[in-house]
Every structure is written in C-alpha cells, then in structure tokens.
C-alpha cells in the first residue's frame, strides 16, 4: 500500500521533469536533459507499475481507490447541492490499463526521442514539453472527477499545441499548431456545457457520485449530457466533423505524432466515453449517436488514406479512422473491445509512428513516399517493425490489431446494439485499412528507388531508436493475446478485467442479456470444439477483407505499379476528391472560416474595436487632457491672481451664503 | 454716552478690508502688499472689537489678541523672507518671483 496512498507521485514525476528542464535544461548539455527527462517518466512508469501490483490486492468493495488530495474549489453553502470540487485521483481497473498504456508507451517513446531529435534545436524545450504532456495525460487517466479530468484534458491540448507548433518558425507548423487548438476548443465548449450540466443535474462532478445517482435521471437529460460531453470527444479524438486538425499536426515532430496523435492523447475522448459509460448505456439515442460518427469517420477517413502520398498523413488518417473504431465499439456498448482497441492501437500505431519517423530521418526529412522505395534491405530493423505494425493494423489473425477490431466487428455484429449498416461500414474500413498499409508499405519498402542514391545515403538509425520499436513490435504481436483463449472458446481475459467498471453501475437489461447468453443449455446448437471455434474465428469477414486489401495493394504496387496510375487517370474526379481530402478544408474555409475573418476584421475590429472600445478609452483621455489643460490656465504661478481668486470665491461663497441660502432670516 | 451704532465699524472695517485687498491685488511691491495683509487683518480686528463691544461679551476681544499674535509671527517669518528675496533678486518686485511657474 505504499505507492497506492500516494498516487500523486506518478503525476509529479513528469511534472518535476518538466519544471528542471523548462528552468536548467537550456544550459545543460543534451546527456544531462536526457536523464532528467527520460529518467522521470521511467521513474513514473516504475511508480505506475509498483501501483498496478499494490492494486491488484485490494478486494473488490475498494474499487475504485481514491486519493483525496485537497478541497480545490468550494462554491455556495455547505448543503447538499454546494459546489465543490477536490484534488482526488482514483484508479480502477479502466485507469490500470490506460496508465499502463501510458506511461509504458510514452517512456518508449521518450527513449526514441533521445535519438530522433538529437540533432535538433531548442532540445531541452522539447522534452520540458513532452514530460508536461505526460503529468497532463496521466492527470487525465486518474481523475476521480470531471474537473480534474478538464485539467488534464486542456492540459494535454496545450501541450499538443506547443509540440504542433515545436518548429515555430515554419509558418504551416505555426499554423496547424493554432488549427488544433482551435478545431478542439470547438469540441471543448461542448465538454464544459456537459460538465456544467453534470453539475447542474446530479449535483456533483465526483465519478462516484454521479453514477450512484444516474438510475433516477430522466433519459433527455442523459441524453444531452451525454450529446455534450460526446462533442469534446469529437475535438479531442478527432472525428467528423472536427477530424480536420490531426492530419495538419503531423507538422509537428514525429515522436509527437507518435504519443500524442496516436497512442494517447487523441485517445482521451474514447476514455472519456468509456469512463462515462453509465450515462451513455442509459441514453441510447447519444450512443446511436457515438456509433454512427465512430462508424462513419472510421470509414470516410480510410477513403482519403488511400491515396495520399506523405507517410505521416497516411498514418493520420489511419488514427482518425482507427479511433473511429473506438466509437464504434463504444456505441454498440462494447466498451472493453474499445478500450482493448485503445490498447493495441496505442502499440502497433505508435510503432507505425515511430518506424515512418525512422524512415524520414534515414532518408534524411524525406516524407514523400513517392520518392522513397527499396529501402527494405537498407534499414532492416525499421523494416521489419513497421511490417509487423502494419500486419497489426491490418488485422491479421495473431497480431493485436485482429483481436481488438474483431472485438469490436463483432459487437457491432452480434452485440446488444448490433447495427448491420456499421458493421458494413466497419468491414469496409477495415478492407482499406489493410489496402492503404500495404500500399504504404510497398511504396516505401519495396520497388525500385525513386530517389537520388547518390545525394540521400540511407542509414539505420542508432540503438536509442530501433530498440523501442522492436518493443512495440512485440506488444504489436503479443498485446492482443488476453483475448487469444476466446478464439478457441474460452474467456477473454481483457474482457473479464475491465467487467467491474461496465458492469457496476450499468441498466439492468444489459445484465439480463448477459445472463441469457451465459446459459449454455439454451443453445439451438451443440457446444462448438476448440478447433471449430477457431476455425469460425479465423474464416471471418475483417479477416477476409484485410487479406483482400494486402492482395490488392500487393496487386497495384508489386506486381503491376502502372496501374494506379491508370486508375487515378480513368476516375479522375474521384481521385481528385480523395486527393483533396472531399475538400473539406477548403468548405470549412469557405463556410467557417472565411466569413469568420470577414465579420472579425470589418466589424468587431474596425468598428467595434477601433471605434466603439479605442473611441471610449481615447474619448476619456481626451476630455481629461483638454479640460486639464484649461484648467491649467487658473495656475498661472502669480500670487496676486490666486489671491484674486481666493476674494472672488469668498465674494461668491457670500453672495450664495447670503443671497440664494438666505441664511440671515 | 451716546454710543456709536454698530454698522458704522462694519461699515469702517469692510471699507479697510477692501483697501487691503484692492492694494494685495494691484500693488507689485512685496512690501507694500505685506503692508495691505496687516490692513486687511486689522480690518477683521476692528469687525471682532465692534461685535464684543456690541453684545458684551469678551470672545472677539480674545479672538483679536489671537489675530495680533499671529500677525506678529506672520511679520517676523514674512520679513525674513523679504530680505531673502531682496538679497537674491535686488528687486522687490513681487511679479519676479515666479520660479514655480509653469
């Protein structure tokens, strides 16, 4: 019990890094920034895991632990409806898996940063940055109530800013920097309103409190909250329609792209949702809601995967429609293959991250993958991770990817809020999915070059790079085996771990329906064998469209390259629509932004601004110095006028004395 | 004895009054204008005598040894800075002495 009633530390850790490098590190040398900030998210990795250990003694009636920290914000009188909100973390089981991811991926990612930004400027503040993100992100895994959760959740778009922004002097890096903090505040506006809401109705932003009390709320209520809460998911996670900030933040640098735009923060909405989940379970028009945008995005965002040529906005859509997936599973009520999804999306999209980030940096800030090819024998070890993220992403049976996305299709299928039309969208996502990956890695690895081989000399990277992807290689195979037994018929262990946080507090019919699938001896049908089971599992649709998409790519980029080519020419217009992204950039400009900047510049600025606000401000001066400067007249600095004046105020004060007071009578 | 209606030092006091204050406003030399603040102050003692004198109490009379007191502090420290002045500026010419001045 000694790191579990002192929770904070794994949150100061990263924050204590964050302050000695963002005070010191600028006159330190490169080693010494490196051990303060890798060290301290070792350091708060190793408190993390220490806690998971503690925590799996505890017995059930103490799930979730609190710490209490300290009363942060006391409102009103001290009733039953007083506002008031404390520092408390908690962790569950839903906070163990999400710490795990974390703190474990983001060391990873930390150690790869060490070798991919070595020769970078501004050293120190990239990694004063990169530890605030961690103490923010972790702030967000561990609240015990929607205020600090809102901390964490400003906190870690901050941070997502700054890092966007890291190369600031590069205008589009400056711009897409501002374009997230933006897009998402859209999102956030929602989330607040929600919270507020939250506030409003149950009378406290504490988790526990709000869930013992969400059975006697009526469902419009629930479904407002949830709609709300659910549009800062959308900023945050990126989905249609505010999906349009991910794709312009691989501006910033790859390690980045990596932990924040991969592996955790755009995760948080998914969390939330998952975190949330007793008042979405009871509002089924906002989790109706939360599928079809999960289904869609997961969708739409693969099309537009297809034929971009930067490897790092290929993998940004694949986040978008990954995550896309996500909601899908937490629309249909299948939370834990959410989060399970979470999991191995933060494992093998964090190495897709990492080994595109090796590929850019051996080919020297090369990301066009036109101009790459043949570099299979060139980097080995960044080849051979990256293939395996991608066979991850793609779904193939035995990788981490085939057990969540199956998890999810399956729900989506057979779950008590089955939806044929998103399963259908799901399937075909995943066949592009599997599609543009193999594509991504045809064009990069396969082939001959299309580069320069005398001008740009390919190098592996150094240790401190590939060692981390061989890591995350491995969880890319082996992440998703908690699930493995159901394959043969048994229990799905993630399943089973997560269960308490799903089931504490969920609507009583979901419970039955449990209960009538567990009774074997109902079944129309005798118990299937291991190997049937297996069988049925492998031979399914997202197996057979992932296995669709590699032939295809393998088809068009190996076997025969003129092809796309062709196509692009023969669907013109489609290609370009895709090229163009549907052009949803240019209708948001249009739209949004464009009359935006209008109403801004001609009338909040030039009238109202210049002329009402300046007008007031400058017209109070004004009056001020021109009677002031009257007045000044009276001071000429000679005796006798002031004594001219004194007897003409003393005329004046008796003329009024005695004349208009009358004071005589 | 016939006494002397009250409006008549009223009427005497606020004629000297206006002297001194017609001289404070319009003469240049410091000392003469310090000669008009006497004036105007004996010009209150005569308005204090004449109302004590009329209502038979002693109050005016005190507030005019008050006055005097004054005045002759008032002279001593006035003086002082005429000469001052005179040793500075070889002029008594009030209008010169205009440091302050804007």
Redesign the interface.
Known sequence: MLLLNHLWIILALPLAGAAINGLFGKRWPQSAVNSVAVGSVVLSFLAAAETVREFFHLAADQIPFIGNYFTWMVGGEATSHAFRVDFALQIDQLTVVMLMVVTFVGMLIHIYSTGYMAHEGGYYRFFCYLNLFMFFMLTLVMAANLIVMFVGWEGVGLCSYLLIGFWFLKKSAADAGKKAFIVTRIGDFGFTVGILLVFATFGSVAFGEIFANVSDKSVDVLTTICLLLFAGAIGKSAQLPLYVWLPDAMEGPTPVSALIHAATMVTAGVYMVARMNPLFSRAPVAMLVVAIVGAVTAFYSATIGLVQTDIKKVLAYSTVSQLGYMFLACGVGAYTAGIFHLMTHAFFKGLLFLAAGSVIHAMGGEQDMMKMGGLRKKIPATYWTMFIGTLAIAGMPGFAGFFSKDAILEAAKDGPHANLILWLLGVAGAGLTSFYMFRLVFLTFFGKPRYDEHKVHVHESPKNMTVPLMVLAFLSIFGGWFAAPKLVGGIDYFDKFLAPVFSAYAPTHVAEVEVRVVDPSLRPYPEPSPAMELVRSLISWPVFVGVLGLLVAWYFYIKRPDIPMKMAQSAHALYLLLLNKYYVDEIYAALIVRPLLWISTNVLWHVVDEGAIDGVVNGTATVARESGSQARKLQSGNTRSYAAWVILGAVGFTVILFVILDVVH | MSAVPISFYLVLSAILFGLG?VA???KRNIIT?FMSIELMLNAVNLAFVAFARARGELDGLVFVFFVIVVAAAEAAVGLAIVIMLAQNRQSLN??R??L???
Request: without cysteine; hydrophobic residues 75%; aromatic residues 16%.
């Open positions: 204050v404070f406003v319009f204008i009030v209008e002495v205009n302050l001045k804007l």
